[in-house]
C-alpha cells in the first residue's frame, strides 16, 4: 500500500471512533431530555434524512469537486459543529430541535464525506481490484472495531463525565481527521462538464446505474438487505428478550457477536474474492446472510442465536468489502461519487421500509415472523442478483474498465446521453 494508504487508514478509524462515541451519546443525551418515543425518534431520523433530499445531488457536487480537499473541509466543519451541542450542554440549554438539526448537518457532512472517500480511493490506489479489496478490508475492518466495539462503550462512559464530554470528544476526532486527509496526496482535479447542469449531472449518475446491470446489482444488495435487517433490528430485543430470555446486558454480548462475525467477514473477504470470484462470493455471502437470518428465526437459545448473528454478520462484513471495491475498480472515475451515491441512497431509502415491516408482522403474527420474512427475502435476493453479478459479468466489466479511452468497450463509452443545459 502507499504510505498515503496509511494516514487514510488512520483518519477514517479515528473518526469511526468518534462516530461510535456519537453514536452512543446521541440518543442518551436526548433521553435526559425527554422521555417522549416521538421525540428520541426525530433524531434518530434526522440523521439519514440528507439521503433522503439530495443524495444524488451531492454525488453530484462531490464529481464536481476536489475529492480530498471535501474529505478535510467536511470534517473541519463538523468539528466545528459539534462545538454548539457542547456548549449548549454546558451552559445546560440543550433541547431536542438543536440535536435533530445537529443530527441532520451531521448526516450531511457524513454524506459528503463518504462519497468522496468511496471516490478518492481509487484516486490513491489505482483500480487493480485486488488492492482495492485490500485496502477496504483494513478500512471496514478498523471502522467496526472503532464504531462497533470502541466507540459505544466510551461514549457511554464519556457520558458519565459531562454532557459535553463526548460531544467534544467526537470533535477532536474530526480534527485530527481533517488533518490527516490534508495531508494526503492530491488527487487529479475532476474535468469540468461546461454546459450541464447539477440536476442533469445528478440525473446521468443514477441513470448509469440503473442502466447498467451489474452496478444495478451491486446497488440492489444493500437496498432489499437493508429492509431485511432493518425488519429483524426492530424487533431483535423483543425477541432476545421474550423467546430467548436475554437480559440487557446479554443483549449488548449479543450484538458484539455480529460485530464480530463483521470483522471476521472483512478480513477474509479477499481470500473468499481471489478463490471464488468475485461474482460467486457475492452470492455465497448474499446466502449465508439469508440462511443465517433464519437460523436466528429458529435459534432455541442465546448462544443458538449469537452464532447465527456472528455468521450474519460475517456476510455482510465480505460484501462490504467486495462489493464497493468492485464499483471502484469499474466506475469511470468522473461518474464514481453520482454512482455511489445514488446506491447509497437507494439503501438508506430502503430502511424504513424494513423498520414498518418488522414492526407490522411482529404485531400482526408473533415476533418470529419478521424474521422468518427477511431470511427469506434476502434469499428471493440472492436468487434474483446472482446473474447480475457474475464472475462472467464481473470480469467483462473488469475488462471494459482497463480498455483505452478511446475503445468503444470501454465503460464511458456506454455513458447515456447527456443533454446541455439551456
Same mark, same amino acid.
Given at each position: 500500500?502507499?504510505?498515503?494508504?496509511?494516514?487514510?487508514?488512520? @483518519?477514517?478509524?479515528?473518526?469511526?471512533? $468518534? *462516530?461510535?462515541?456519537?453514536?452512543?451519546?446521541?440518543?442518551?443525551?436526548?433521553?435526559? /431530555?425527554?422521555?417522549?418515543?416521538?421525540? /428520541?425518534? &426525530?433524531?434518530?431520523a434526522?440523521?439519514?434524512?440528507?439521503?433522503?433530499?439530495?443524495? +444524488?445531488?451531492?454525488?453530484?457536487?462531490? *464529481?464536481?469537486?476536489?475529492?480530498? !480537499?471535501?474529505?478535510?473541509?467536511?470534517?473541519?466543519?463538523?468539528?466545528?459543529l459539534?462545538?454548539?451541542?457542547?456548549?449548549?450542554?454546558?451552559? *445546560?440549554?440543550?433541547?431536542?430541535?438543536?440535536?435533530?438539526?445537529?443530527?441532520?448537518?451531521? $448526516?450531511?457532512? $457524513?454524506?459528503?464525506?463518504?462519497?468522496?472517500?468511496?471516490?478518492?480511493?481509487? #484516486?490513491?490506489?489505482?483500480r487493480?481490484?485486488? &488492492?482495492?479489496?485490500?485496502?477496504?478490508?483494513r478500512?471496514?475492518?478498523?471502522?467496526?472495531?472503532?464504531?462497533?466495539?470502541?466507540?459505544?462503550?466510551?461514549?457511554?462512559? /464519556?457520558?458519565?463525565?459531562?454532557r459535553? +464530554?463526548?460531544?467534544?470528544?467526537?470533535?477532536v476526532?474530526?480534527?485530527?481527521?481533517?488533518?490527516?486527509?490534508?495531508?494526503?496526496?492530491?488527487?487529479?482535479?475532476?474535468?469540468?462538464?461546461?454546459?450541464?447542469?447539477l440536476? !442533469?449531472?445528478?440525473?446521468? %449518475?443514477?441513470?448509469?446505474?440503473?442502466?447498467?446491470?451489474?452496478?444495478?446489482?451491486?446497488?440492489?444488495?444493500?437496498?432489499?438487505?437493508?429492509?431485511?435487517?432493518?425488519? +429483524?433490528?426492530?424487533?431483535? @430485543?423483543?425477541?432476545?428478550?421474550?423467546?430467548?430470555?436475554? #437480559?440487557?446486558?446479554?443483549? %449488548?454480548?449479543?450484538l458484539?457477536a455480529?460485530?464480530?462475525?463483521?470483522?471476521?467477514?472483512?478480513?477474509?473477504?479477499?481470500?473468499? $474474492?481471489?478463490?471464488?470470484?468475485?461474482?460467486? @462470493? /457475492?452470492?455465497?455471502?448474499?446466502?449465508?446472510?439469508?440462511?443465517?437470518?433464519? %437460523?436466528?428465526?429458529?435459534?432455541?437459545?442465546?448462544?443458538?442465536?449469537?452464532?447465527?448473528?456472528?455468521?450474519?454478520?460475517?456476510?455482510?462484513?465480505?460484501?462490504?468489502?467486495?462489493?464497493?471495491?468492485?464499483?471502484?475498480?469499474?466506475?469511470?472515475?468522473?461518474?464514481?461519487?453520482?454512482?455511489?451515491?445514488?446506491?447509497?441512497?437507494?439503501?438508506?431509502?430502503?430502511?424504513?421500509?424494513?423498520?414498518?415491516?418488522?414492526?407490522?408482522?411482529?404485531?400482526?403474527? #408473533?415476533?418470529?415472523?419478521?424474521?422468518?420474512?427477511?431470511? %427469506?427475502?434476502?434469499?428471493?435476493?440472492?436468487?434474483?442478483?446472482?446473474?447480475?453479478?457474475?464472475?462472467?459479468?464481473?470480469?467483462?466489466?473488469?475488462?471494459?474498465?482497463?480498455?483505452?479511452? *478511446? #475503445?468503444?468497450?470501454?465503460?464511458?463509452?456506454?455513458?447515456?446521453?447527456?443533454?446541455?443545459?439551456?
Open positions: 500500500m502507499p504510505t498515503g494508504f496509511g494516514r487514510l487508514w488512520t @483518519a477514517q478509524t479515528v473518526s469511526s471512533l $468518534g *462516530d461510535g462515541v456519537t453514536h452512543a451519546a446521541l440518543p442518551l443525551l436526548a433521553l435526559t /431530555l425527554t422521555r417522549d418515543p416521538m421525540a /428520541l425518534a &426525530v433524531v434518530t434526522a440523521g439519514t434524512l440528507p439521503w433522503f433530499l439530495f443524495g +444524488v445531488l451531492g454525488g453530484a457536487l462531490v *464529481d464536481r469537486w476536489d475529492h480530498r !480537499r471535501t474529505m478535510w473541509v467536511t470534517d473541519a466543519a463538523r468539528a466545528l459539534l462545538a454548539i451541542p457542547a456548549a449548549a450542554a454546558a451552559f *445546560d440549554v440543550l433541547s431536542i430541535p438543536l440535536l435533530a438539526a445537529v443530527a441532520f448537518l451531521l $448526516g450531511v457532512g $457524513g454524506l459528503f464525506f463518504d462519497t468522496a472517500a468511496t471516490a478518492y480511493l481509487p #484516486d490513491l490506489l489505482g487493480d481490484p485486488a &488492492v482495492l479489496e485490500r485496502a477496504n478490508s478500512l471496514r475492518g478498523a471502522q467496526t472495531a472503532a464504531s462497533g466495539f470502541a466507540g459505544p462503550p466510551a461514549g457511554s462512559a /464519556l457520558l458519565a463525565l459531562g459535553a +464530554v463526548p460531544l467534544l470528544a467526537d470533535a476526532s474530526f480534527a485530527l481527521s481533517a488533518l490527516l486527509v490534508r495531508s494526503l496526496p492530491a488527487a487529479p482535479r475532476p474535468v469540468p462538464q461546461a454546459h450541464e447542469s440536476l !442533469r449531472q445528478a440525473r446521468a %449518475g443514477a441513470s448509469y446505474v440503473f442502466r447498467d446491470r451489474l452496478l444495478l446489482g451491486l446497488a440492489l444488495r444493500p437496498a432489499v438487505g437493508n429492509i431485511a435487517f432493518l425488519a +429483524v433490528e426492530t424487533v431483535l @430485543a423483543l425477541f432476545a428478550h421474550d423467546r430467548l430470555g436475554i #437480559d440487557t446486558y446479554g443483549f %449488548g454480548l449479543l458484539t455480529e460485530a464480530t462475525g463483521g470483522l471476521l467477514g472483512a478480513g477474509i473477504a479477499s481470500f473468499l $474474492g481471489r478463490r471464488l470470484g468475485t461474482g460467486t @462470493a /457475492l452470492a455465497c455471502t448474499a446466502a449465508v446472510e439469508g440462511l443465517a437470518v433464519l %437460523g436466528l428465526a429458529a435459534a432455541p437459545n442465546a448462544y443458538a442465536a449469537g452464532l447465527a448473528l456472528a455468521l450474519c454478520g460475517a456476510g455482510m462484513g465480505a460484501t462490504m468489502v467486495l462489493g464497493p471495491s468492485l464499483r471502484q475498480a469499474v466506475v469511470p472515475a468522473h461518474l464514481m461519487g453520482r454512482v455511489a451515491s445514488t446506491s447509497r441512497m437507494l439503501a438508506m431509502c430502503a430502511a424504513p421500509l424494513g423498520a414498518f415491516l418488522g414492526g407490522w408482522l411482529a404485531t400482526a403474527y #408473533d415476533v418470529r415472523t419478521p424474521l422468518y420474512t427477511a431470511g %427469506g427475502l434476502l434469499l428471493a435476493m440472492t436468487a434474483v442478483t446472482a446473474t447480475m453479478t457474475s464472475n462472467r459479468r464481473v470480469e467483462a466489466a473488469l475488462r471494459a474498465a482497463a480498455a483505452p479511452a *478511446d #475503445d468503444p468497450d470501454h465503460p464511458e463509452s456506454r455513458e447515456p446521453v447527456q443533454e446541455s443545459a439551456v
